[in-house]
């Protein structure tokens, strides 16, 4: 793909980069819902992962590169045969496929992390990008720490990337150290003493250590950059990414001074940044940006009565511009799952006719639960049931004991897949830690829990409670989330949801390395109160 003067490409990696943020992991089809979303808000190219990294996460790139047409659907892969040629497997389907690969160039990676002279880095880069084009026509290649790397080393192998078929040259703020007078200095170094540098698209990756990710990229555009690498509600390693949304209301508010459009569908920002929150179970901060809950609110008096006079005294944008709406009442008891799914997909969710169903049939059972099903409650639903996933045990009933001066207990009732129904009680320090602990008792699973959050969906006192758990288990953090208008409900279903992950991983796992062996028992549970399944 080339860029004209006055378009931007946007590359998202919030599938790769994003995933890369501590208990941000997703599965499959967590993943394939965050491409979709993604092709509808336009992105230009999605990088959705890293093939090398695991089976799982080759499994991802190739199910969106089969199934997500529209965007380029690119694959990164490290300077290594083995690397690229698992890349290139995994995005050969795509209708549009491109390939990213990466080499540290700068000083400090080149003596303690590569151990390589400069000679022998411009060697592998010129070898990679050689055989990378002969596998994928699109070939971006990235000098990780570009932006510490002296700039007559960084010229002399993007011109040799450039000669070996690489048709975008990315240049990476890897950790954030950049200011954007220096970034903006590095474009313009390579624009200019670079001789090849017109026959490919430069773009600019910067992270957000020192907080400067979204204004370094826009001194590369300013400079020439015509693709920005970024992220949804600018998530990623360590204090994050470029974040799309910014950047985008950036030249859009003042094409002024930028001068470049984007294909991106503004009124999607908000319904994306969502939908990756509750994916991600990152939130955003109220005060973020474009898509915080306070970012179009107005408190102080003199800026009430400005907007209530002209709304452009105190609002440079538009809530509507970026899909900011109202929450209104939508659906009630009486509608049918013909109105449920227009409303679904006016969302932005592709939900499959099987989920539309228990999606409709969850809205049913939360209509007599509830006075009032806002948009909100919709989306939570929606959220739920593409999180949901294989499940091994399946909630049947909880009940909870607690007061003052009670000791605080909980029985639970779980399904097990193999068609054994497990009862188990056991105290703990409150309510919800005694599920936590009986869950654990049943299934022989005891993560180690690091986060626990409750917030309320919706308004009223009927509202749904969402519980958000983040845990790890054998050193690999795994999330899980779950709405009910029960919050204890709601805790056990979010907590079952991690043991879900772990123990069907642990089967894999099992199957994995015991092909000869005869199928897998159902794993051992305390077995007083088993009872026959009525199914």
Same mark, same amino acid.
């Given at each position: ?86 890349? &290139? ?11 990213? !690969? ?14 390589? =002279? ?6 592998? &880069? ?17 000098? $990780?720490?570009?932006?510490? =790397? ?68 826009? &001194? ?10 970024? =992220? ?46 509750? !994916? ?43 899909? !900011? ?16 799914? $227009? ?10 006719? $099987? ?39 399946t909630l049947h009933a909880v009940t909870c004991n607690s007061g003052s001066g009670t000791i605080p207990s909980a029985a639970v009732v779980l399904w097990h897949r193999e068609g054994n129904i497990v009862k188990e009680a056991s105290i703990g320090d409150g309510p919800i830690d005694a599920v936590f602990k009986t869950i654990e008792a049943i299934t022989g699973i $005891? ?67 015991? =092909? ?14 088993? !009872?026959?399944?009525?199914?």
């Amino acid at each position: 793909m080339t860029a004209a003067a006055d378009r931007l490409l946007i590359l998202d990696t919030t599938l790769r980069d994003g995933e890369q943020s501590p208990g941000a992991t997703m599965n499959l089809a967590e993943k394939l819902e965050v491409a979709h979303a993604l092709r509808d808000l336009g992105v230009d190219i999605i990088e959705a992962g890293f093939p090398i990294a695991s089976t799982g996460d080759f499994e991802a790139v190739r199910t969106i590169a089969r199934e997500v047409e529209g965007p380029i659907i690119c694959a990164l892969a490290r300077c290594n045969e083995q690397d690229i040629e698992r890349a &290139a497997d995994a995005v050969r389907d795509a209708a549009r496929p491109r390939m990213h !690969i990466f080499l540290a160039t700068s000083a400090i990676h080149r003596e303690f992390k590569l151990q390589m =002279t400069p000679e022998e880095i411009s060697h592998r &880069a010129v070898e990679s990008v050689t055989r990378a084009k002969e596998l994928c026509d699109d070939i971006e290649f990235s000098p $990780e720490d570009a932006a510490r =790397t002296e700039l007559d080393f960084l010229d002399e192998i993007v011109e040799k990337a450039i000669d070996a078929g690489a048709t975008t040259i990315n240049i990476p703020d890897t950790v954030g150290y950049s200011v954007p007078q220096h970034y903006a200095a590095v474009i313009r170094h390579l624009k200019k003493h670079v001789r090849n540098i017109d026959k490919a698209v430069i773009s600019a990756h910067c992270h957000n250590d020192l907080g400067l990710a979204v204004a370094n990229s826009l &001194a590369a555009i300013v400079e020439g950059a015509r693709q920005v690498e970024c =992220t949804i509600n600018g998530i990623g390693e360590r204090a994050g990414n470029c974040a799309l949304e910014e950047v985008v209301m950036a030249l859009k508010t003042r094409a002024d001074v930028f001068g470049v459009t984007t294909g991106i569908n503004t009124k999607l920002l908000y319904p994306t940044s969502r939908r990756v929150a509750h !994916i991600t179970g990152i939130q955003v901060q109220r005060n973020k940006a474009i898509v915080g809950q306070n970012a179009f609110a107005h408190e102080a008096g003199i800026h009430q009565h400005g907007v209530m006079k002209h709304r452009e005294t105190y609002e440079i944008m538009r809530p509507e511009e970026v899909g !900011i709406l109202k929450t209104d009442l939508v659906l009630g008891k009486h509608s049918g799952k013909h109105a449920l799914r $227009e409303r679904v997909t006016q969302m932005g969710y592709h939900l499959s006719d $099987e989920q539309l169903q228990r999606v409709f049939d969850n809205f049913k059972a939360l209509a007599d639960r509830k006075k009032t099903v806002y948009d909100a409650d919709i989306e939570a639903l929606a959220e739920t049931e593409i999180r949901g996933g294989p499940k091994l045990w399946t909630l049947h009933a909880v009940t909870c004991n607690s007061g003052s001066g009670t000791i605080p207990s909980a029985a639970v009732v779980l399904w097990h897949r193999e068609g054994n129904i497990v009862k188990e009680a056991s105290i703990g320090d409150g309510p919800i830690d005694a599920v936590f602990k009986t869950i654990e008792a049943i299934t022989g699973i $005891e993560p180690t829990l690091r986060d626990f959050r409750i917030r309320s969906v919706t308004v009223g006192e009927d509202a749904q409670g969402e519980a958000h758990i983040e845990a790890e288990y054998m050193g690999k953090s795994i999330t899980g989330r779950a709405v009910s208008t029960d919050i204890i409900e709601a805790s056990a279903l979010a907590f079952l949801q991690v043991i879900n992950r772990i123990a069907l991983k642990q089967e894999f796992g099992s199957r994995i390395h015991s =092909t000869d062996a005869p199928p897998k028992e159902a794993p051992a549970v305390r077995m007083a109160g088993v !009872i026959d399944d009525p199914h």
